[in-house]
């Protein structure tokens, strides 16, 4: 698979203006998911989140004399299902490594990875920045241990390790270098996050540590060869990693335009001031002795075990957001924000179950289910989970907005009562008289009364046809909103003889 | 010589017999051991930590369990040492590394706990090489164990062989009626060999690691030393098993070894890898492979000379592969959960002080020989090479399976040492190694077996490599040696 780094039209927008001219920033990321699994990755512990200090640890996570470690089946499907699910190659064969570091948060002494033959191989991600689709490169995926935690600031002469996490399986995802800008970088993320979200391999929470990046950052002028990176460890938000790169980057320009050189280093991102700081130099890089790890046999499944698998898993982002385009007559953009969440593009799906008229209906229930719901349990700071109004109640007003049955601004005043009262939008309408009037008798009195009672405007109206709006509005406003509004304006242009 | 001492001269099928017989008590039995260590064990330093409490406490419930029909375990009330290598649930684990200090498991291996679920009783733990590491017990941080043997007209102390020396020792000296082991490069095999005892290492996976000290984990395998073939046959009946807490080990039927002992040998095909002349091999392990050759000759089997060329290859490959597994697999000694720790002045001091505290000099040159062969630049050039080297040398025993079903050598170049004789040049001590390590590296069971004495009056062994997983042909042709060359005894108990 080949990743298309074809560039797009925009990407001189890209392009960040230095003292010598423009500067193009090459981005590449490493992502650490955290699997959705029970267990951890070589043993029975739990991996739950926030139990007391070292409260889920086996003997194996404390790297006890003897301890061997034993995979998690399921951990294994989980990288398969990622890995189908970014469109890559899984290898049927992969290997385990050890990678050789002292640290007390790590209790072997190494960390089981895959270094040399990983589970997953290349794959793509389509991304989608101010319009345009890109695809992004990934260059594998692997599995490996997560590590402890150490605690500074407990004790003052001493460090606290809690192990909790030491042994919960990690999918390490490596991108290609195709990235060029922050909003690149920040829009893979999110896509990425989505996908593991839909496959429930990880749960995307990066406020728990669960997906974290390591964002590898270069400058160069457009057409030069690379420049000399650097890696910015962990950054834990979408924020931060646009502050970061925006940092890095324009740091690395004021170096080569003041006649420096970028030297290779891991950097830190700190929020508090936004800016990077060097962690530690090439030179004082670890030398972290990969080798096979000779406890665990290679990891090896049939291609029946991958298609098994393939067949488990959901509609997937992409293909829905394209679904809904063609089903249901979305734009893009109203498709994609749909789907950016399964949840989100679930109700949606639950509204169209509901409707009567899909085809002709979509457009406008995605417009509600945008605009009017996302918009209010926003205000609310309220999650789709808690809506209070259900996918079924929204579908009804979709349904008499789009028989006729009620207007779109009484439609609001439904939604109102629906969400802080509840109930049945239809019985709503009946019983407190929202239906629109399109009993064109009933219209042509009001009609003639707001004609007769502004004499002086039925002039006006003949020198300047689109008075007529003056005309509805009073209308509208005599027939409480109920009025249809189309035979309004037929009535209304007839008797004023307006075209 | 009183009946209680008598008991401890029992081989391990005899006392089994015995008790089944209730010729005496598991108890009795027991206790017999407890007190030749009580009075042998200063002397040869075998036990690093004799239990006796908890082996009277074992014993008492196997002989109410042998009172009622059908309730013993195969091993039942049969006193055993353990290796320090295996962590005993409660019981202090060492290694024999002055970095595990007082380390009590919470957990028992599994093949120790495979033993106590046939009803076997535990003595106390065994003396060894520091982490397996060493041929002549030496680097043991509690001192070495001795050999039971000496030399014709010699008080001369002279070295158990290793790392398994104090199982050997013990088993020689009649401190248990067999030992458990493991066996990275020949830790059982050459011992053996050292003791006049019979060692057996199994196929690589035939036996669970689970809660065995790591040395190499590639090559760390666990098996029995004991005063017999027969014994061994029992021995590894229990030990052996599939355990789903190591990957490594291997869903494979465990059969009755016992059963098929004297089935013969007739049609057998014996190969002799012509690689194993080596230079510096004494005369009389030569013509003890003669003797060896001719025996099984003379039991119906045919002799082939077979050739194993990678054999040259196989020590210093291993003495990359196994320090390169080491060092990682001693990472974990770092002072911070458990073991020895030495406060420094911040927490790389800390490693330093602990780690140079804890580990032995032998442990250190072998942590440092893996350390550099697995750097960045290094790989290619050594471990990389060493594992080619591995698949070949495996590749010269697939083709010799075409033509023979089992390959006779020597276990070792020379009978035992005395001490300091070896401990000073590691190379010359590595060498102890060479007609053994071949088999780790395969992955191949290997068996010794004594077969006779030096010209110094000290025990010799012959070693038997059979295809993966057919240790029961193994053990029936060691079988067919012992008939022939006779138990080997001790004529002076110079102990105790």
Known sequence: MQADTKKSNKDSDNLIPGATGDWEVVLGLEVHAQVNSNAKLFSGASTEFGGAPNSHVSLVDAAMPGMLPVINKECVAQAIRTGLGLKAGVNLRSTFDRKNYFYPDLPQGYQISQFKQPIVGEGEVEIEVDGDTKRVGIERLHLEQDAGKSIHDQHPDYSYVDLNRSGVALMEIVSRPDMRSSKEAQAYVTKLRTILRYLETCDGDMDKGNLRADVNVSVRKPGDELGTRCEIKNVNSIRFIGQAIEHEARRQIDIIENGGTIDQETRLFDPKTGKTRSMRSKEEAHDYRYFPDPDLLPLEFEQAYVDELAKGLPELPDEKKHRMMDEYGLSAYDAGVLVAERASANYFEDVVKGLDNAKRDGKSAANWVINELFGRLNKEGQDISDSPVSADQIARIVNMIGSGDISGKIAKDLFEIVWTEGGDPGEIVDKRGMKQVTDTGAIEKVVDEVIAANPDKVEAVKAKPTMIGFFVGQVMKASGGKANPKAVNDILKKKLGVE | ?496
């Open chain 2, 1 to 496: 010589m009183s009946r209680m001492t008598d008991l401890t001269k029992l081989t391990l099928a005899e006392a089994r017999d015995g008790l089944a017989k209730k010729d005496f008590t598991s108890t009795e039995l027991t206790d017999a051991h407890i007190k030749a260590i009580e009075s042998g064990n200063s002397e040869l330093n075998v036990y690093v930590l004799p239990t006796p409490e908890h082996a009277l406490e074992q014993a008492k419930a196997s002989d109410m369990r042998l009172a009622k029909k059908g309730n013993a375990g195969e091993l039942e009330g049969l006193p055993l040492g353990i290796k320090d290598l295996y962590c005993t649930k409660g019981i202090r684990t060492t290694a024999c590394s002055n970095i595990l200090d007082d380390f009590q498991p919470a957990y028992e291996s599994t093949v120790t706990q495979n033993l106590w679920d046939a009803g076997a009783v535990m003595l106390g733990k065994l003396n060894n090489d520091e982490f397996a590491m060493g041929s002549s017990n030496e680097t043991s941080a509690f001192g070495p164990a001795v050999n039971p043997w000496r030399r014709k007209g010699s008080t001369d102390k002279l070295v158990p062989g290793g790392s398994s020396g104090g199982s050997s020792a013990a088993v020689a000296a009649d401190l248990c009626l067999a030992a458990t082991a493991t066996d990275t490069g020949g830790s059982i095999r050459q011992p053996a060999a050292l003791t006049g005892t019979v060692g057996i290492k199994p196929t690589y996976g035939r036996c669970s690691r689970w809660g065995i000290v790591a040395f190499a984990s590639s090559l760390d395998q666990a098996g029995p030393l004991t005063k017999t073939v027969r014994d061994s046959a029992m021995m590894l009946k229990v030990m052996a098993s599939h355990d789903p807490k190591d990957s490594t080990s291997v869903d494979a039927d465990v059969p009755d070894y016992e059963a098929t002992l004297n089935d013969g040998i007739k049609g057998l095909r014996v190969g002799v890898p012509k690689e194993y002349r080596i230079d510096g091999m004494s005369e009389e392990a030569v013509a003890l492979w003669e003797k060896g050759i001719a025996w099984l000759k003379d039991a119906g089997a045919t002799i082939h000379e077979i050739s194993l060329p990678h054999t040259k290859y196989a020590l210093p490959a291993y003495y990359i592969i196994a320090p390169a597994e080491a060092s990682s697999n001693l990472a974990r000694y770092d002072g911070v959960r458990y073991g020895l720790r030495k406060p420094g002045k911040d927490l790389i001091d800390t490693y330093e002080e602990t780690r140079s505290a804890g580990f032995g000099a032998e442990v250190k040159r072998r942590v440092l020989i893996g350390t550099y062969v697995l750097s960045a630049g290094y790989y290619d050039a050594y471990y990389l090479k060493a594992q080619k080297v591995r698949t070949l040398i495996k590749g010269d025993f697939d083709k010799a399976w075409d033509e023979v079903d089992v390959v006779l050598t020597p276990t070792t170049p020379s009978p035992a040492f005395a001490f300091g004789e070896k401990s000073g040049d590691p190379l010359q001590m590595y060498l102890e190694d060479i007609f053994t390590v071949t088999v780790n590296m395969a992955g191949l069971p290997g068996i010794s077996v004594p077969a006779g004495l030096s010209k110094e009056g000290t025990p010799l062994g012959l070693q038997l490599i059979g295809k993966p997983f057919d240790e029961a042909t193994l053990l029936r042709v060691g079988q067919s040696i012992e008939d022939a060359a006779g138990r080997l005894a001790i004529t002076e108990r110079w102990w105790g």
